[in-house]
T-cell receptor, first 114, second 116 residues
Framework: AAGVIQSPRHLIKEKRETATLKCYPIPRHDTVYWYQQGPGQDPQFLISFYEKMQSDKGSIPDRFSAQQFSDYHSELNMSSLELGDSALYFCASSPTERGQETQYFGPGTRLLVL | AQSVSQHNHHVILSEAASLELGCNYS??????LFWYVQYPGQHLQLLLKYFSGDPLVKGIKGFEAEFIKSKFSFNLRKPSVQWSDTAEYFCAVNAWGSGNTGKLIFGQGTTLQVKP
């Protein structure tokens, strides 16, 4: 079965650089969630999209922005990177049924900021 | 605000021992409950979920969990663990309605180490 695809899998950036993370949801999934997992921590919700519109926003810095495109893939744009942004960034997708959705996670993008 | 608390941060067991990981959540409305597992260096995989119905749910790899509404708990169990169960386990909840949009709130995670 098709899974959530994230690219790149690994990314190394310098401080103050920008990064773009991509997420391709499972086919026919219209909802995408982004989570950040710092070293030894639990995943923290960043932002979500439903039908290409932002549906919820969590603890996402103003330096980050995201969008969902017409083909339902999503991109997380990160600017002015800081050392503390080093983390594993997960994308999850879920299908249309509202209220009883299971989120399926991608393999994550491991970002290292030097 | 919703919150999830996992009682055990680090559990060490011998193979064939029984496992129970505690999870309590705080939320006054209707929630969906999940247990995810994260093997070293890998992504989160769904072990099992509870939406409604029978409060005892069975998942993959012999895991099960029981939802006790009165205790706001969703404990994970396995009768006999294997070395391959060594991983990080996350309890998570989400809610819909009243401004909730399905985002998952995770517990702090429990690291399970199974000794061969």
């Amino acid at each position: 079965a098709a899974g959530v695809i994230q690219s790149p899998r690994h990314l190394i950036k310098e401080k103050r650089e920008t990064a773009t993370l991509k997420c391709y949801p499972i086919p026919r999934h219209d909802t995408v969630y982004w989570y950040q997992q710092g070293p030894g921590q639990d995943p923290q919700f960043l932002i979500s999209f439903y039908e290409k519109m932002q549906s919820d926003k969590g603890s996402i810095p103003d330096r980050f922005s995201a969008q969902q495109f017409s083909d339902y893939h999503s991109e997380l744009n990160m600017s002015s990177l800081e050392l503390g942004d080093s983390a594993l960034y997960f994308c999850a997708s879920s299908p249309t049924e509202r209220g009883q959705e299971t989120q399926y996670f991608g393999p994550g993008t491991r970002l290292l900021v030097l | 605000a919703q919150s999830v608390s996992q009682h055990n941060h680090h559990v060490i067991l011998s193979e064939a021992a029984s496992l129970e990981l505690g999870c309590n959540y705080s939320y006054g409305g209707t929630v969906n409950l999940f247990w995810y597992v994260q093997y070293p260096g890998q992504h989160l995989q769904l072990l099992l979920k509870y939406f409604s119905g029978d409060p005892l749910v069975k998942g993959i790899k012999g895991f099960e969990a029981e939802f006790i509404k009165s205790k706001f708990s969703f404990n994970l169990r396995k009768p006999s663990v294997q070395w391959s169960d060594t991983a990080e386990y996350f309890c998570a909840v989400n809610a819909w309605g009243s401004g909730n949009t399905g985002k998952l709130i995770f517990g702090q995670g429990t690291t399970l180490q199974v000794k061969p």
